[in-house]
């Protein structure tokens, strides 16, 4: 089975590779002028560009639209200058014309993840971030994943045999050092399962259910391994 597994994600990677470095998964950044959540004329050019790029993208993931500020001000008050910044960017996407389901998080870091380490009003710091999320993080049940059939196709398929390759080598990993925790088993959940999904065709009525059984178990294998 082992063998089997490799010998698909050895066949798959390099498409997904390909695949990887034509669309990245970060669309764009907008900044902002010192103490404000308005957008200027660089800002609005900003705002074109990118809801361009998310029109232009096909993707089942949902879009994570996460606000900065510089190191000026208290954490609290930055925080709350973020989340403002994040909600002007994803209101004037949406104005731009990006379906307003695309859009998923809105959320803020404040003067945390300083993209410039000064302590200065640096305009580099003042940003929104728009790029596409991970479709879950931890996962209770794999029936929570929230997984339809219309995100069969290329990108899903590339996804899945990413996640195959990371078990498979996770697991070997801890076979050879004879490891036989919690991300052991999970390690070995998820080769099962993501080798089972990236095995279905598209129109396979399995292609859907072990896609979600491969992004759970995936999720607590790297939970497990304190990812």
């Known amino acids: ?31 902002f002028q010192f103490d404000s959540d308005q957008l200027d004329t660089e800002g ?23 606000g900065y500020t510089d190191a000026v001000g208290t954490s609290a008050y930055n925080l709350n200058l973020g989340q403002r910044r994040a909600k002007t960017v994803a209101d004037a996407l949406i104005a731009a014309g990006v379906s307003v ?34 479709i879950l993080a931890a996962c209770p049940s794999y ?19 990413l996640r195959l390759s990371e078990a498979v080598e996770n697991y070997s990993r801890m076979t050879a050092s004879g490891a036989n925790g919690p991300a052991f088993q999970m390690a070995g959940a998820a080769r099962e399962d993501c080798g089972q999904a990236v095995g279905y065709d598209d129109q396979s009525v399995r292609k859907v259910e072990y896609a979600k ?10 939970t497990a391994l304190g990812s």
């Not at 870091?109 to 410039?116: A, P, W, Y």
């Open 101 to 134: 389901d695309r859009l998923g998080t809105i959320a803020s870091r404040g003067k945390n993840d300083l993209l410039v380490k000064v302590q200065t009003a640096e305009r580099r710091n003042r940003r929104v971030t728009v790029q596409l999320g991970d």
């Open 44 to 66: 609005r050019q900003q705002i074109s560009d990118i809801a361009q790029r998310l029109k232009d993208t096909n993707s089942y993931k949902p879009t994570v639209v996460v």
């Open 213 to 222: 059984r491969c992004f759970c178990s995936s999720a607590r294998m790297r």
């Open 1 to 31: 089975m082992v063998s089997l597994l490799k010998a698909v994600v050895a066949c798959l990677l390099p498409l997904f590779l390909l695949v990887s470095v034509a669309h990245a998964q970060e669309f764009g950044t907008v900044n």
């Open 143 to 161: 029936r929570n994943v929230a997984l339809g059939q219309n995100a069969v196709g290329t990108e899903l398929q590339n996804d899945l045999t």
